[in-house]
């Protein structure tokens, strides 16, 4: 074979290389790579986890990815990634100590760079801050203070080594709200917590029962009965402007999705207990970590459930007692 024909022969394996790549590509769709610390990515923002609620669900969710390289579209799932529409999340230290009280600090930087200072509040707080371990173990909700300078300080303890996600919940003055999430280590042995499905979480002397079933897609209600010593508790008081707050984690990725229930303290309607009732739209089938906030005689304590989409199980399996002093370790005003 001469050059010429040689190098025809050439050009056409190739260009029928880039033909099949551009086939594959476009039906594959774009990857990702896993980021250490999850700074880069933008997606998902604050909205329902599948996009915009139906009319009336009364959801609302956070979110972003710890990948990199994600498009970044309206859709996405709350709290999977640290930059979102401009705004950045940018711990100063990504690394923690476990078995101590550190200050966690960082900052929120707008589309020109700077760090942003001005904040709305949003349920009695300019910014929220979750705080979990990869296993959705450690379960922490805390508000940071904001210097003059624009950076959040809290302090926080650490009990196990693993790696984490921390999702800063906010709406800039004059922007929309957003949660941004990035990912935290804490060197050491670590071993990873399976999780069984639960509708009856033990806290503190306190039982919260879970009803209702997570099906994808659409609003879903969501009841969940608190009592004491086996007593219904009609007594709750409020904390950050409702009679419960409820976060729910998917398994895998952490997608973020923060619920806030039907009706509010003071408004004549909605009793003090023992039931709050929530709407709540997840995105997919799949497994889901629920977290509720709750006050009663003055403490805040933190409810916990696996719950998986579709029929409720037969056989509910209580959640392992939560230890004491739980409630104090987990929250922060």
């Not at 101590?100 to 760090?115: K, N, S, V, Y």
């Not at 950076?151 to 926080?156: E, F, M, Q």
């Not at 984490?164 to 935290?184: I, N, Q, S």
């Not at 403490?299 to 056989?315: C, D």
């Amino acid at each position: 074979m001469n050059t010429a024909a040689k190098l025809s022969a050439y050009g056409a394996a190739l260009a029928l290389l880039v033909t099949g790549a551009y086939a594959v590509g476009t039906t594959v769709g774009p990857l990702s790579t896993a980021t250490a610390t999850g700074t880069t990515a933008a997606a998902g923002e604050h909205g329902a986890m599948s996009g915009a609620a139906p009319s009336g669900a009364g959801v609302t969710g956070h979110g972003d990815t710890h990948s990199g390289a994600v498009a970044e579209t309206a859709d996405q799932p709350g709290g999977l990634a640290s930059s979102r529409g401009g705004y950045t999340l940018t711990p100063t230290d990504p690394t923690l100590s476990t078995g101590t009280t550190t200050d966690f600090t960082f900052r929120i930087t707008g589309p020109d760079g700077a760090a942003v200072t001005a904040f709305d509040v949003q349920h009695d707080k300019p910014l929220h801050l979750i705080v979990v371990r990869r296993d959705s173990t450690g379960y922490t909700h805390v508000h940071p203070q904001m210097a003059a300078d624009g950076t959040w300080s809290v302090p926080l303890t650490l009990n196990a080594a693993g790696s984490y996600r921390a999702f800063a919940d906010f709406k800039p003055t004059g922007g929309e709200a957003v949660t941004l999430g990035v990912d935290l280590a804490a060197p050491g042995e670590y071993t990873p917590v399976e999780h069984q499905p639960s509708r009856t979480a033990q806290v503190d002397g306190y039982q919260v029962d879970l009803a209702g079933d997570l099906v994808p897609g659409q609003a879903s209600p969501l009841t969940l009965t608190v009592r004491k010593d086996g007593q219904p508790v009609t007594d709750l008081q409020p904390y950050l402007a409702a009679y419960g707050h409820l976060v729910a984690l998917r398994d895998g990725d952490l997608a973020y999705l923060h619920v806030h229930p039907d009706g509010a303290p003071g408004d004549g309607a909605t009793p003090a207990g023992p039931e709050i009732r929530f709407l709540a739209e997840v995105p997919s089938a799949g497994t889901y970590r629920l977290f509720l906030d709750f006050q009663h005689e003055g403490v805040v304590r933190t409810a916990e459930f696996t719950a998986p989409t579709g029929p409720a199980a037969a056989s509910p399996t209580p959640a392992p007692v939560a230890p004491a002093g739980h409630a104090a370790d987990g929250h922060g005003h």
